[in-house]
T-cell receptor, first 115, second 114 residues
Protein backbone atom coordinates (compact mmCIF):
# COMPACT_ATOMS: atom_id res chain seq x y z
CA UNK A 1 0.00 0.00 0.00
CA UNK A 2 0.95 3.67 0.04
CA UNK A 3 4.05 4.43 2.10
CA UNK A 4 4.84 7.34 4.38
CA UNK A 5 8.52 7.56 5.25
CA UNK A 6 9.88 9.17 8.41
CA UNK A 7 13.41 10.27 9.13
CA UNK A 8 15.02 9.76 11.61
CA UNK A 9 13.60 6.59 13.11
CA UNK A 10 15.29 7.35 16.42
CA UNK A 11 16.91 10.43 17.91
CA UNK A 12 18.37 11.25 21.30
CA UNK A 13 18.73 14.93 22.05
CA UNK A 14 19.71 17.14 24.96
CA UNK A 15 16.95 19.13 26.60
CA UNK A 16 16.80 22.65 25.22
CA UNK A 17 18.16 21.80 21.81
CA UNK A 18 16.20 21.90 18.59
CA UNK A 19 15.02 18.84 16.72
CA UNK A 20 13.46 18.45 13.29
CA UNK A 21 11.46 15.35 12.39
CA UNK A 22 11.03 14.72 8.69
CA UNK A 23 8.17 13.08 6.85
CA UNK A 24 7.96 12.09 3.21
CA UNK A 25 4.20 11.68 2.63
CA UNK A 26 2.45 9.64 -0.05
CA UNK A 27 3.27 11.37 -3.32
CA UNK A 28 -0.15 12.68 -4.40
CA UNK A 29 -1.50 13.39 -0.94
CA UNK A 30 -2.48 16.90 0.07
CA UNK A 31 -3.19 16.71 3.80
CA UNK A 32 -0.57 16.02 6.39
CA UNK A 33 -0.71 15.19 10.08
CA UNK A 34 1.43 14.65 13.15
CA UNK A 35 0.38 12.42 16.04
CA UNK A 36 2.23 11.88 19.32
CA UNK A 37 2.41 8.67 21.34
CA UNK A 38 4.02 8.72 24.77
CA UNK A 39 5.19 5.26 25.87
CA UNK A 40 2.27 3.27 27.22
CA UNK A 41 -0.31 5.91 26.34
CA UNK A 42 -2.78 6.48 23.54
CA UNK A 43 -1.77 8.06 20.28
CA UNK A 44 -2.93 11.69 20.24
CA UNK A 45 -3.54 14.20 17.49
CA UNK A 46 -1.12 17.12 17.29
CA UNK A 47 -1.76 19.03 14.09
CA UNK A 48 -2.99 18.84 10.53
CA UNK A 49 -1.70 20.86 7.59
CA UNK A 50 -2.95 21.72 4.14
CA UNK A 51 -1.92 24.12 1.41
CA UNK A 52 0.89 25.55 3.49
CA UNK A 53 -1.21 26.21 6.56
CA UNK A 54 -2.10 24.64 9.87
CA UNK A 55 -5.78 23.70 9.73
CA UNK A 56 -6.24 22.50 13.26
CA UNK A 57 -4.00 21.85 16.25
CA UNK A 58 -4.52 20.32 19.66
CA UNK A 59 -3.49 21.62 23.05
CA UNK A 60 -0.47 19.28 22.82
CA UNK A 61 0.87 21.42 19.99
CA UNK A 62 2.83 23.81 22.16
CA UNK A 63 4.28 27.15 21.09
CA UNK A 64 7.66 25.43 20.78
CA UNK A 65 6.28 23.27 17.96
CA UNK A 66 6.09 24.29 14.32
CA UNK A 67 5.31 22.54 11.05
CA UNK A 68 6.05 23.34 7.45
CA UNK A 69 6.43 21.81 4.03
CA UNK A 70 8.61 24.11 1.97
CA UNK A 71 8.22 23.68 -1.79
CA UNK A 72 6.75 20.20 -1.67
CA UNK A 73 9.73 18.72 0.14
CA UNK A 74 9.57 16.99 3.49
CA UNK A 75 6.72 17.80 5.86
CA UNK A 76 8.57 18.68 9.05
CA UNK A 77 7.85 18.96 12.75
CA UNK A 78 10.29 21.20 14.55
CA UNK A 79 10.55 21.45 18.32
CA UNK A 80 12.57 24.35 19.68
CA UNK A 81 13.52 24.18 22.47
CA UNK A 82 12.87 20.57 23.45
CA UNK A 83 11.68 19.57 26.91
CA UNK A 84 11.80 16.23 28.74
CA UNK A 85 8.05 15.74 28.23
CA UNK A 86 8.55 15.84 24.47
CA UNK A 87 9.99 12.33 24.63
CA UNK A 88 7.60 10.22 22.58
CA UNK A 89 7.10 8.53 19.24
CA UNK A 90 5.90 11.00 16.64
CA UNK A 91 3.86 9.58 13.78
CA UNK A 92 3.37 11.38 10.50
CA UNK A 93 0.33 10.65 8.33
CA UNK A 94 -1.03 11.84 5.02
CA UNK A 95 -4.31 11.66 3.16
CA UNK A 96 -5.51 12.55 -0.30
CA UNK A 97 -8.57 14.43 0.86
CA UNK A 98 -10.48 14.97 4.08
CA UNK A 99 -13.95 13.93 5.10
CA UNK A 100 -15.76 10.66 5.58
CA UNK A 101 -14.42 7.70 3.71
CA UNK A 102 -10.92 9.06 3.47
CA UNK A 103 -8.00 7.12 4.92
CA UNK A 104 -4.89 8.34 6.70
CA UNK A 105 -1.69 6.47 5.93
CA UNK A 106 0.86 6.49 8.71
CA UNK A 107 4.64 6.26 8.80
CA UNK A 108 6.58 4.01 11.16
CA UNK A 109 7.22 6.80 13.63
CA UNK A 110 10.20 8.78 14.87
CA UNK A 111 11.19 7.92 18.41
CA UNK A 112 12.45 11.03 20.20
CA UNK A 113 14.25 10.80 23.51
CA UNK A 114 15.02 14.06 25.29
CA UNK A 115 17.62 13.76 28.05
CA UNK B 1 -14.35 15.50 24.42
CA UNK B 2 -14.37 12.18 22.61
CA UNK B 3 -13.21 9.19 24.65
CA UNK B 4 -12.30 5.91 22.99
CA UNK B 5 -11.74 2.79 25.09
CA UNK B 6 -10.70 -0.64 23.89
CA UNK B 7 -11.11 -4.02 25.52
CA UNK B 8 -9.57 -6.31 26.35
CA UNK B 9 -6.11 -4.83 26.89
CA UNK B 10 -4.62 -8.08 25.71
CA UNK B 11 -6.00 -11.20 24.08
CA UNK B 12 -4.44 -14.58 23.37
CA UNK B 13 -6.08 -16.93 20.90
CA UNK B 14 -5.08 -20.13 19.17
CA UNK B 15 -4.32 -20.10 15.48
CA UNK B 16 -7.55 -20.40 13.51
CA UNK B 17 -9.87 -19.40 16.37
CA UNK B 18 -11.95 -16.25 15.91
CA UNK B 19 -10.63 -13.16 17.70
CA UNK B 20 -13.03 -10.40 18.74
CA UNK B 21 -11.96 -6.94 19.86
CA UNK B 22 -14.17 -4.23 21.29
CA UNK B 23 -14.04 -0.45 20.98
CA UNK B 24 -16.34 1.94 22.83
CA UNK B 25 -16.66 5.61 21.96
CA UNK B 26 -18.41 8.42 23.79
CA UNK B 27 -19.72 10.84 21.17
CA UNK B 28 -22.86 9.78 19.28
CA UNK B 29 -22.08 12.19 16.46
CA UNK B 30 -19.07 10.07 15.54
CA UNK B 31 -19.44 8.78 12.02
CA UNK B 32 -16.04 7.56 10.93
CA UNK B 33 -14.45 4.44 12.42
CA UNK B 34 -11.26 2.66 11.49
CA UNK B 35 -9.28 -0.25 12.77
CA UNK B 36 -5.51 -0.09 12.43
CA UNK B 37 -2.83 -2.65 13.25
CA UNK B 38 0.69 -1.94 14.44
CA UNK B 39 3.39 -4.56 14.47
CA UNK B 40 6.18 -3.88 16.91
CA UNK B 41 8.40 -1.05 15.68
CA UNK B 42 6.33 -0.52 12.56
CA UNK B 43 3.79 2.00 11.34
CA UNK B 44 0.02 1.74 11.36
CA UNK B 45 -1.64 -0.48 8.80
CA UNK B 46 -5.28 0.30 8.05
CA UNK B 47 -7.43 -2.83 8.23
CA UNK B 48 -11.05 -1.80 7.76
CA UNK B 49 -13.10 1.41 7.76
CA UNK B 50 -16.81 1.65 8.55
CA UNK B 51 -19.14 4.65 8.41
CA UNK B 52 -22.66 3.30 8.95
CA UNK B 53 -24.29 0.77 11.24
CA UNK B 54 -23.83 -2.84 10.27
CA UNK B 55 -20.86 -4.84 9.07
CA UNK B 56 -17.96 -4.20 6.73
CA UNK B 57 -15.61 -6.97 5.65
CA UNK B 58 -12.07 -6.59 4.36
CA UNK B 59 -10.38 -9.95 3.87
CA UNK B 60 -10.27 -11.75 7.21
CA UNK B 61 -11.26 -8.58 9.12
CA UNK B 62 -14.88 -7.64 9.81
CA UNK B 63 -15.91 -4.43 11.54
CA UNK B 64 -19.32 -4.27 13.19
CA UNK B 65 -20.71 -0.86 14.13
CA UNK B 66 -23.61 -0.19 16.47
CA UNK B 67 -23.78 3.54 17.09
CA UNK B 68 -26.78 3.30 19.40
CA UNK B 69 -24.73 1.25 21.84
CA UNK B 70 -21.55 3.27 21.11
CA UNK B 71 -19.62 0.16 20.08
CA UNK B 72 -17.54 -0.87 17.14
CA UNK B 73 -16.13 -4.39 17.05
CA UNK B 74 -13.38 -6.03 15.06
CA UNK B 75 -13.60 -9.74 14.32
CA UNK B 76 -10.59 -11.54 12.92
CA UNK B 77 -11.42 -14.77 11.14
CA UNK B 78 -8.87 -17.62 11.36
CA UNK B 79 -6.01 -15.50 12.75
CA UNK B 80 -2.44 -16.55 12.10
CA UNK B 81 0.65 -15.97 14.28
CA UNK B 82 1.57 -13.14 11.86
CA UNK B 83 -1.58 -11.34 13.01
CA UNK B 84 -0.03 -10.88 16.46
CA UNK B 85 0.16 -7.11 16.88
CA UNK B 86 -1.34 -4.07 18.61
CA UNK B 87 -4.82 -3.31 17.26
CA UNK B 88 -5.99 0.29 17.43
CA UNK B 89 -9.48 1.70 17.06
CA UNK B 90 -9.69 5.25 15.66
CA UNK B 91 -12.80 7.44 15.66
CA UNK B 92 -13.53 10.81 14.09
CA UNK B 93 -16.55 13.04 13.69
CA UNK B 94 -18.01 14.93 10.77
CA UNK B 95 -18.48 17.85 13.17
CA UNK B 96 -14.73 18.40 13.23
CA UNK B 97 -15.06 19.63 9.68
CA UNK B 98 -13.95 16.36 8.24
CA UNK B 99 -10.37 17.22 9.01
CA UNK B 100 -9.60 13.61 9.83
CA UNK B 101 -8.75 14.38 13.45
CA UNK B 102 -8.66 10.85 14.81
CA UNK B 103 -9.13 9.89 18.44
CA UNK B 104 -7.41 6.59 19.17
CA UNK B 105 -8.07 3.96 21.78
CA UNK B 106 -5.23 2.59 23.85
CA UNK B 107 -5.11 -0.60 21.83
CA UNK B 108 -5.52 -4.34 22.29
CA UNK B 109 -2.44 -6.54 22.11
CA UNK B 110 -3.36 -9.69 20.22
CA UNK B 111 -1.20 -12.79 20.48
CA UNK B 112 -1.95 -15.73 18.19
CA UNK B 113 -0.47 -19.01 19.33
CA UNK B 114 0.40 -21.69 16.76
Amino acid sequence: GPKVLQIPSHQIIDMGQMVTLNCDPVSNHLYFYWYKQILGQQMEFLVNFYNGKVMEKSKLFKDQFSVERPDGSYFTLKIQPTALEDSAVYFCASSLVVGPGNTLYFGEGSRLIVV
Amino acid sequence: QQKVQQSPESLTVSEGAMASLNCTFSDRSSDNFRWYRQHSGKGLEVLVSIFSDGEKEEGSFTAHLNRASLHVFLHIREPQPSDSALYLCAVSMRATGGNNKLTFGQGTVLSVIP
